[in-house]
């Protein structure tokens, strides 16, 4: 048989399995028990070792291909000593390059040759643009489910092919060191001979754009909290001296209630520089939420985000107010300048802010103090992150309008003390 093929006699007259054959053995072995196929580095490790009568007992006890490496101590108790330390010295075998590319920020971008397989199996496609594709694809190693973004490397040094890399690997760069729960998490990165890979979680339901056009009643209560976490996450991203510079519904992806800032594809990194205000040519914006300055090609900062997630935030209560998109559209065709854009219709904006405030929930109005905040043409006026962040938690702090963050968001890790008062918590809860 073929799997017998991997297995030559005498342990020490096969070398180490490459990611290919990992992979054929895992093909091969959906033919003979599929909970086996799901781990074919530990199944190799335990049939070299001459303990593959335990590989069910590894499986049940939740040990997996993804636990690898791994040293004496992390392998269950139950094993005798001799049986630890063959498994820990016979794992050499399978250490092979994708064992890292599902590692986050602790491990290493990965290079594939030609004649190796990639660890994932593509499912289906998730989107399309100028340069890049976004799949949905699964790990041969973890079995999880990932959104894969990648680009050409054919298309460098074509046109715009150089700017679009360049853009992609500071994506990357920048995601990497990103850990917040509002924002996409970074899973890994590699370079095959065709593309440059970009590993990401979750693979979301949809992108706030969709979202705005499926709402209706049931979903204003969930809504609500993005007002909170958006702020918050844009807190996160200035504290980390990145601007996003892209903010719209197409880059906030919504999971399960979730929102999730995405695509950092035109985020400027301003760690090393004296501050975060630039005045290059703008390489990349989207007319209808970027800010007055920007399209002007004057100097900005990270108030430009703020005006960007102004803009959002009045769709969101465009929504919230039982109207659509499309509505607001009209209104700003039919009004002031008759500009399509906020920015070069703010007589529209003020006549729009008026009639949404005589409708649907009047509690949504202070949102619409936020946003009209946010969307002042004098950058220095504009509400820094922070301050936004408070506008909108001090509610919930103080027990009114608390639908307008999630219960994630309302406080910041800072806020808490390491030990908590039992008394204080049970006061808290009402149970003295």
């Not at 660890?119 to 643009?129: A, V």
């Not at 209808?288 to 900005?300: D, F, N, T």
Request: some cysteine.
């Amino acid at each position: 048989k073929r799997l017998y093929g991997f297995f030559p006699e005498g342990q020490d007259s096969k070398g180490i399995y490459t990611d290919s054959e990992i992979c054929e053995i895992s093909s091969l072995l959906k033919h003979l028990n599929l909970r086996w196929s799901k781990v074919p580095r530990t199944y190799i490790i335990l049939r070299t070792i001459g303990h593959l009568d335990l590989l069910d007992n590894f499986i049940d006890l939740g040990f997996s291909d993804y636990w690898f490496p791994v040293t004496e101590r992390g392998l269950p108790l139950c094993l005798r000593p001799s049986v630890r330390a063959a498994f820990v010295n016979a794992q050499s075998l399978i250490l092979t390059k994708s064992m890292d590319l599902e590692k986050g920020e602790k491990g290493q971008h990965c290079y594939f040759k030609k004649e190796e397989s990639l660890p994932f199996e593509k499912k289906e496609i998730l989107g399309s643009g100028g340069f890049g594709q976004v799949d949905k694809v699964i790990s041969l190693i973890s079995f999880k489910e990932y959104a894969r973004k990648r680009v050409l490397r054919t298309s460098a040094f074509r046109g715009r092919g150089t700017e679009d890399i360049k853009r992609f690997i500071a994506e990357i760069e920048i995601l990497k060191r990103l850990k917040h729960h509002h924002i996409v998490e970074f899973v890994g990165s590699y370079t095959d001979p065709k593309y440059i890979g970009l590993i990401m979680s979750p693979i979301a339901q949809m992108d706030l754009a969709a979202y705005f056009t499926r709402a209706n009643v049931s979903n204003r209560h969930e809504l609500r909290t993005f007002f909170g976490c958006l702020a918050r996450a844009l807190e996160f991203l200035h504290e980390q001296k990145v601007r996003h510079k892209d903010i719209k519904p197409g880059n906030i992806l919504v999971d399960h209630g979730t929102v999730l800032f995405a695509d950092f594809g035109l985020s400027f990194d301003f760690t090393d520089a004296n501050g975060s205000t630039t005045i290059s040519m703008v390489n990349g914006m989207t007319r209808r939420y970027c800010a007055p300055e920007v399209a002007l090609q004057e100097s900005r900062n990270t108030m430009s985000d703020i005006w960007s997630l102004g803009v959002v935030f009045m769709e969101m209560i465009v929504v919230l107010k039982g109207k659509t998109i499309q509505y607001m559209d009209e209104f700003f065709k039919q009004h002031g300048s008759r500009g399509a854009f906020i920015r070069t219709n703010l007589t529209a904006l003020l006549e729009f802010i008026a009639e949404l405030e005589g409708i649907g929930d009047l509690s949504d109005n202070r949102a619409l103090g936020w946003a009209q905040q946010m969307l002042l043409v004098e950058q220095q006026l504009r509400p820094t992150a922070s301050s936004l962040v408070a506008s909108i938690t001090a509610l919930s702090k103080e027990g009114e309008g608390t639908g307008f963050c999630g219960i994630c968001c309302v406080s910041s890790e800072d806020d808490f003390s390491n030990e908590v008062d039992e008394y204080s918590v049970a006061q808290y809860l009402g149970v003295l």
